[in-house]
């Protein structure tokens, strides 16, 4: 097999990796329950990572909500500009007044998700990334998330 005159081994798959992950804040002042698992996969540089985090303590601090991922992003630059966004859906959050879809997302050179939200606000969009403060002792969040990496 060829594609642009290349041959079958020089399009071989040869860096693929799956696994579970358990996710850990990166922020002091809140704990998830390490009774569920998240997965992800790595294909290339190409890293999708899907899960589930249940809040079991907060401070209610202005700390961000961050997540550790199991890879670093890429940097931006040398051809990559990186922002790895992804779906999520949540119950018993305290969210911001006028804000909604909450989205999961990577920042180049990050080995974190932070979550973000959206509001129009007077005919301009605006988001807001959330804290501790948003959520609360029952916290669930349901995410998935891809983006580019170089290791």
């Given amino acids: ?75 931006n630059g040398n051809g990559y500009y990186t922002r790895g966004v992804g779906a999520t859906f949540a119950k018993y959050m305290n969210f911001p007044s006028n ?14 998700m932070r979550l973000f939200m959206t509001r129009n606000a007077g005919g301009s969009a605006d988001w807001y990334q959330l804290t501790h403060n948003h959520a609360t002792s029952n916290t669930a969040i349901y995410f998935n998330v891809c983006y580019t990496t170089t290791s």
Avoid: W
Wanted: glycine share 12%; proline share 2%.
């Fill in 1 to 75: 097999i060829s594609f642009n005159g290349d041959t079958a081994a020089a399009n071989a798959l040869n860096d693929y990796e799956e696994g579970t992950v358990t996710f850990a804040p990166m922020n002091s002042g809140i704990a998830f329950s390490s009774s569920y698992k998240g997965r992800y996969t790595k294909i290339g540089e190409l890293v999708t990572v899907s899960g589930y985090i249940v809040v079991t303590s907060h401070s209610g601090s202005n700390n961000t909500f961050n997540v550790q991922m199991p890879f670093t992003s890429a940097a």
């Fill in 99 to 112: 804000y909604q879809n909450m989205v999961a997302y990577v920042g180049g050179g990050e080995n974190y």
